[in-house]
């Protein structure tokens, strides 16, 4: 559930106190699903992602005053998104000692018991494909495909050439399909 007000209108009531607890709500009436989604396909876990989106808001919000119009508000916020993935991802790994690829496996494990994921075995199948990925490609594949961003959007967000960008999403679909057809 998307609420349909300006990201200008809510950039505007958070600059006035009286009005900066209405503005935040705004803005997670509006951002709140897409951030969570963001993480969670990153994540793969409920709890995880659940507390990572808390981070990000938490950031969002002491952040926001100082917020440039130099980027759009959903790009500021996914960068943060994405930047918390990042060290939530480096951080799991670095706590257990083991490698990002292990990390991989144990979060495909939790793909397998989530109850998210039970009733279509094709999104299963592409989440699992999504996890051979390196984190790049598969940071621009979720942007790309289940987030419809621009290349230019994904540009801001990454801080990498739009050019850099095509080649990964069009490598992440090529391993994409390379592990779909192995799997049948």
Known sequence: MSVQVDDAEILSKFQDEKTRNEAFNLLL?????????????????????????????????????GFRNDAQLYTWMYRIATNECITFLNKKKAKNNI???????????????????????????????????????????????????KYEEISEVLGTSVGALKASFHLAVKKIETFLLSKD
């Open 29 to 65: 009436k509006k951002y709140q699903q897409k951030i969570y989604w963001h993480i969670r396909r990153m994540v793969i876990d409920h709890d995880d992602a659940d507390d990572i989106a808390q981070d990000v808001f938490i950031k969002v919000w002491k952040n926001l005053l």
């Open 99 to 149: 490698s990002l690829d292990e990390v991989d496996y144990s979060l495909a494990d939790t793909l397998a018991d989530s109850s998210y994921f039970d009733g279509d075995k094709a999104q299963r199948k592409l989440q699992e494909a999504l996890l051979t990925l390196p984190e790049k490609q598969k940071l621009v594949f979720n942007m790309k495909y289940y987030d419809d961003m």
